[in-house]
């Protein structure tokens, strides 16, 4: 069954992308979905596709976002 918003460790296939900025944005890292497409175009983020549709993991955009986060030490 698919139902919207996250299911499990995977955003829904559909409005999968709304859920993704929502998720992001949530987390400290606001986007855009101009920006999130630009990052799954140049495969700069961990995405799928299913069909035309592209899909998330939210474990993941957390990698991700960890990853791309610039620590500074006091």
């Known amino acids: 069954e ?3 918003g996250l299911v499990g460790s995977e955003m829904c296939i559909r409005e999968a992308i709304d859920a993704a900025v929502d998720f992001l944005t949530h987390i400290g890292f606001p986007t855009s979905k101009t920006q999130l497409y630009r990052l799954t175009s ?4 961990p995405h799928g596709k299913y069909g035309n ?3 998330f993991r939210k474990n993941e955009l957390l990698i991700w976002a960890e990853k ?3 620590r500074y030490d006091q």
């Open 42 to 45: 140049n495969k700069k983020i």
């Open 68 to 70: 791309n986060t610039t």
């Open 53 to 55: 549709r592209l899909v």
């Open 2 to 4: 698919i139902s919207l």
